[in-house]
């Protein structure tokens, strides 16, 4: 973990409420219980946080649409199941009462009284955790009936399945309720209809542990840090072919080369890089200027998503890279809509035969047709995005695919 000047939350970290409490730990909640929620909404707002979970959406726009009407429900999206990013683990593990207090003062400004913490079936060990840390928080008086006047607040923990596709949050609310991880169509959203047809808000874990923070040191104070359009301290997600991958704190809009050079640079010569998961572009080491927020990526075309970004060096075969990405497509499919389910399955296919020496050169714009295709047709977010890496490596990294396709079919005649 690097560590900085201007991330103060991770100056003092402690899983325990009281080394918590003494880096200042529930300050936030405390100033919080003395407002009212049209107050807190407005200090979220001024900070301009935007979500941390990927999309990049005002946490005080979805906020504000609470009505307060009981029963009023908060989810923690803890799920966190994009390759490449690791940050909220590191928050759960190393200071998990941080998204706790979170958890508190958003249900506090939208008047839920019932909250979840939704995460992945891959952190048992961490979830058996979070079980010892909500039960301090109740012994401090921090949950449970009248934590002040007229509010009350409990937090269950619910155990995802591993599935990809809850990363869209009205496909984690079926699964919260029990019912297969798809997606349904909004609106209504769920901030009007969530689960069991009530008013449901759902933020990420990075999310509310910002809250806190704004909560505790103020709007001007988050300002202050990061970029203009898109404000505040960050953890980044460093893997792939530098010396030390990790975790890094850095302020918004840092820039690529900034953050390989904190992981201690690149292992070999560097080849691409692949920003925002699974579902981002993969770039060439034009990527180094890039600035790391949601505004700077938006205009480059690309998308900033959790804070992941994955190095690769001339050692990495990007046909390889490209079947791994399709690969991982069609597995993760829910299988709902026809375009999404049979198109990751071609695109699979492909990009498998590529590698294996049976691709053929009309493939690479096929498959650009397909993904074109997925785009306009599939039902939720996750069909459309097979669209970035895709495109991104065949434009980039063409020439390099077609050599193998043409050497590949040399040596098979030649056999």
Known sequence: MKQSDYFLKFKNLSPSIKGYQRANGYTGLKKALTMTPDQIVEKIENAWLLGRGGAGFPTAVKWKTATREAPSYLVCNADEGEPGTFKDRFIMTHSPHMMIEGMIIAAYAVGANKGYIYIRGEYPKIAEQLEKTLQEADDAGFLGENITAGFSFTIDIIKGGGSYVVGDETALLNSLMGNRGIPWSK?????????????????????????????????????????HHSPGPKLYCLSGKVNNPGIYEAPMGSTVKDLISMAGGVVGTLKAVQIGGTAGPIYTSEALDFHLDFDSMKKRDGIFGSGAVV?????????????????????????????????????????????LGKGKREFLD?????????????????????????????????????????QKNYIREAL
Do not use: H
């Not at 009530?198 to 990075?206: A, G, K, L, Q, Y």
């Not at 999310?207 to 923070?213: G, Q, S, V």
């Open 187 to 227: 609106p209504p959203f769920p901030s009007e209809k969530g689960l069991w047809d009530r008013p449901t808000f759902i933020n990420n874990v990075e999310t509310l542990a910002c809250a806190a923070l704004i909560l505790q040191y103020g709007s001007d104070w988050f300002r202050s840090i990061g970029s």
């Open 311 to 355: 190095v690769m060096n001339t050692d990495i075969s990007m046909a390889e890279v490209l079947e791994v990405a399709m690969r991982f497509f069609a597995e993760e499919s829910c299988g709902k809509c026809f375009p999404c389910r049979y198109g990751t399955r071609q695109l699979s296919y492909m990009a498998d035969s590529i590698v």
């Open 366 to 406: 096929l498959m650009v047709e397909t993904a074109d295709i997925m785009r306009g047709s599939s039902f939720c977010p996750f069909g459309k995005s097979v669209e970035m890496p895709v495109k991104s490596i065949l434009k980039n990294f063409n020439g390099e695919l077609q050599a193998l396709i043409r």
